[in-house]
Structure formats: C-alpha cells, structure tokens
C-alpha cells in the first residue's frame, strides 16, 4: 500500500524559513512534486524532481517561488524535502506531496498526472 506522508508545516513569520517533508512508503518513484491549495483558491504546482539515476536529479519551479523554495530528496529515506525560504503570506496554504504512478520524462506540473497524494500539511505565514 502505498503512502505519503508530509510534515514539517507551522506558523512562521513573512522573511522566515521552513522545510517540508514526504515519506514515501510501499514503492519508490522517480518522480515526486510538491503542491499547495490556499483557501477559495485551485491547487497548484510547486516544485517537482525527478531522479535520473546515481546522483542524478532534474527539478523544476512555478515561478511564483524560484529563487526561494528548494526541492531535494533522499532515495535512501524515500523522501523528498522542500526548504522554503524568504516566505510570504501569499505562501500560506495547505502544502500536499504528491507522486505519480508511473514514471515520464515528462515534466509533471499540472494535478491530473499525480495519482497519488498525501494528506496536506499547513503552513501558515504571517505578515
């Protein structure tokens, strides 16, 4: 069975720091992304990295937090991290893990190609 499970969210001032974790568990993927849904708002694409072998890996950003949010993982701990910096109150939003079932070249941005979801995290950034 597989799962993903995030922690790491808070309440943190605007200019603050906080980084995110998913551990995956019953598969590994090659790729995993981040997205986030703020109140009244659609979920959006984050960040994603896929692992191209070794030491290997290929990330991509939205716009609205390149330059300041970074995704990483590890293949050992079947996790994958999002370190987010400089935040914003914009930033705020229930942050969710998400992986798809099968592996593409494809970058993956949009919520249709994930298949599988962890169950959200908050973070909260006050101005």
């Known amino acids: 069975q597989v799962q993903l499970v995030e922690s790491g969210g808070g309440l943190v001032q605007a200019g603050g720091s906080l980084r995110l974790s998913c551990a995956a568990s019953?598969?590994?993927?090659?790729?995993m992304g981040w997205f986030r849904q703020a109140p009244g708002k659609e979920r959006e694409f984050v960040a994603t990295?896929?692992?191209?072998?070794?030491?290997?890996?290929?990330?991509y950003y939205a716009d609205s937090v390149k330059g300041r949010f970074t995704i990483s993982r590890d293949n050992a701990k079947n996790t994958v991290y999002l370190q987010m910096n400089g935040l914003k109150s914009e930033d705020t939003a229930v942050y969710y893990c998400a992986a798809p079932a099968r592996d593409t070249i494809a970058v993956l941005t949009t919520t249709r190609r994930y298949d599988y979801w962890g169950q959200g995290t908050q973070v909260t950034v006050s101005s």
């Open positions: 990295v896929r692992w191209s072998g070794g030491n290997t890996y290929s990330t």
């Open positions: 019953g598969r590994t993927f090659i790729t």
